[in-house]
């Protein structure tokens, strides 16, 4: 009986820890624009291609969120950028290929990088803060 007990208390423990350690929403010190708004670097580019997005997960009722394979083309020094960005349902439309962006991107690593906003097919330039697959959302 008391081997019962323990075990029980380890299973409720260890669920408790996983739904606190992944289930909470992550705080303004692991978001993209606090990370790189001090140490990025500006860029503009176009979003050369866009892949097919993953759905990464759903919590509660909140948003889903997904995974998005790009390609950008930088337009002052002329390279390409391949990564994958989180970003949420209602941000997906904005990621067309062809649609001119601003990004702020991680001096030591490239792909490490933040879309600060997107040209619609309005012209309008959308203030975003989508970034890539390497912050916590």
């Known amino acids: 009986m008391d081997i019962f007990i323990v075990g029980m208390l380890v299973v409720i423990g260890g669920v408790i820890w996983l739904s606190y350690r992944y289930g909470r929403r992550p705080s303004k010190q692991e978001k993209p624009a606090f990370v790189l708004g001090s140490i990025g670097t500006r860029a503009h580019a176009v979003l050369a291609t866009v892949g097919e997005p993953v759905t990464l997960g759903r919590y509660g009722h909140g ?33 067309q290929p062809g ?27 959308v203030p975003t803060e989508i970034g890539s697959s390497h912050f916590r959302w």
């Not at 995974?67 to 390279?79: G, K, W, Y």
């Not at 030591?108 to 906003?117: G, K, N, Q």
């Open 63 to 95: 948003p889903t969120f997904h995974a998005v394979p790009v390609s950008f083309q930088l337009t002052n020094p002329s390279r390409s950028i391949e990564t994958r960005l989180t970003c949420s349902a209602l941000q997906l439309p904005l990621l």
């Open 99 to 125: 649609a001119p962006c601003e990004l702020l991107l991680d001096p030591a690593d490239p792909t490490r990088l933040m879309v600060a906003s997107v040209q619609n097919s309005f012209g309008v330039q």
